[in-house]
């Protein structure tokens, strides 16, 4: 596969992180010779994110390898949905709806999420809140198997997500159910139970299910190598 027609990987982030979090699994990506955009998610609603990622989607000549973490497998997962260039999707502990799921539903299928209890609101204008990670709890809730200096970082430069997103119902086509699938999450993840993750890429078909033993939900960050290969791999599928 030359370069003119290597898929270009466009990585969306979710919540209580940012797109920069990308960045060894963009190196790595870039040096196959994968042109990388790692998208800014707004994290408002799943219906105005998925519709600004659509959007770069379309802006897009050849084909395009979409790769969704947390809050933004719900995104790519309306976002592809129809668009003629996107060949497949990697999930990276991500959710995967079908029409009626929101990120609370899906979360909360399986016991093992302990999210909710560190969560910390902000009181916005428009009457709605937004939601970050306590600082002081990040690093045991987000990011276990991330080193301590690192999961500080995360924490102060992580991105809040308003409340009512999390309770957004995915609606209509979802595009997991006509693209090929790919994911990967860890054993130990807070956020969303391992067994929700094992559900949904089970229900998704997944071509490739990898799960990591004691990865925790910010796996992006913690095994980057891993993540990288399986882009990869889904990017040649």
Same mark, same amino acid.
């Given at each position: 596969? $030359?370069?003119?027609?290597?898929?270009?990987?466009?990585?969306?982030?979710?919540?209580?992180?940012?797109?920069?979090?990308?960045?060894?699994? =963009?190196?790595?990506?870039?040096?196959?010779?994968?042109?990388?955009? !790692?998208?800014?998610?707004?994290?408002?609603?799943?219906?105005?994110?998925?519709?600004? %990622?659509?959007?770069?989607?379309?802006?897009?000549?050849?084909?395009?390898?979409?790769?969704? @973490?947390?809050?933004?497998?719900?995104?790519?997962?309306?976002?592809?949905?129809?668009?003629?260039?996107?060949?497949?999707?990697?999930?990276? !502990?991500?959710?995967?709806?079908?029409?009626?799921? $929101? +990120?609370?539903?899906?979360?909360?299928?399986?016991?093992? $999420?302990? *999210?909710?209890?560190?969560?910390?609101?902000?009181?916005?204008?428009?009457?709605?809140?937004?939601?970050?990670? !306590?600082?002081?709890?990040? @690093?045991? #809730?987000?990011?276990?198997?991330?080193?301590?200096?690192?999961?500080?970082?995360?924490?102060?430069?992580?991105?809040?997500?308003?409340? !009512? =997103?999390?309770?957004?119902? =995915?609606?209509? &086509?979802?595009?997991?159910?006509?693209?090929?699938?790919?994911?990967?999450?860890?054993? +130990?993840?807070?956020?969303?139970?391992?067994?929700? #993750? @094992?559900?949904? =890429?089970?229900?998704?078909?997944?071509? &490739?299910?990898?799960?990591?033993?004691?990865?925790?939900?910010?796996?992006?960050?913690?095994?980057?190598?891993? %993540?990288?290969?399986?882009? *990869?791999?889904?990017?040649? +599928?």
């Amino acid at each position: 596969m $030359s370069e003119q027609t290597k898929p270009t990987a466009v990585l969306v982030h979710g919540a209580f992180a940012e797109s920069g979090g990308w960045g060894p699994i =963009a190196e790595r990506l870039r040096r196959e010779g994968h042109r990388v955009i !790692a998208a800014p998610n707004p994290l408002r609603s799943v219906a105005y994110d998925a519709a600004q %990622v659509r959007a770069l989607l379309d802006s897009i000549d050849g084909p395009v390898v979409l790769v969704g @973490h947390s809050y933004g497998g719900m995104v790519i997962s309306k976002a592809a949905a129809g668009a003629g260039n996107v060949t497949s999707l990697v999930y990276v !502990a991500g959710f995967a709806p079908e029409s009626g799921d $929101s +990120a609370a539903t899906l979360s909360s299928k399986y016991p093992g $999420s302990t *999210l909710a209890e560190t969560l910390r609101p902000v009181e916005l204008p428009d009457g709605n809140q937004d939601m970050y990670v !306590a600082q002081e709890l990040y @690093h045991g #809730q987000f990011a276990a198997d991330v080193p301590e200096e690192a999961a500080r970082t995360m924490a102060a430069t992580q991105r809040p997500i308003a409340l !009512a =997103a999390l309770g957004e119902p =995915a609606e209509g &086509e979802q595009a997991w159910q006509t693209l090929p699938s790919f994911f990967l999450f860890g054993e +130990a993840d807070k956020n969303i139970p391992p067994a929700s #993750q @094992h559900f949904m =890429a089970e229900r998704a078909r997944a071509k &490739e299910i990898v799960a990591i033993d004691g990865g925790s939900h910010a796996v992006f960050a913690s095994r980057p190598a891993e %993540v990288a290969e399986l882009v *990869l791999r889904a990017a040649g +599928a």
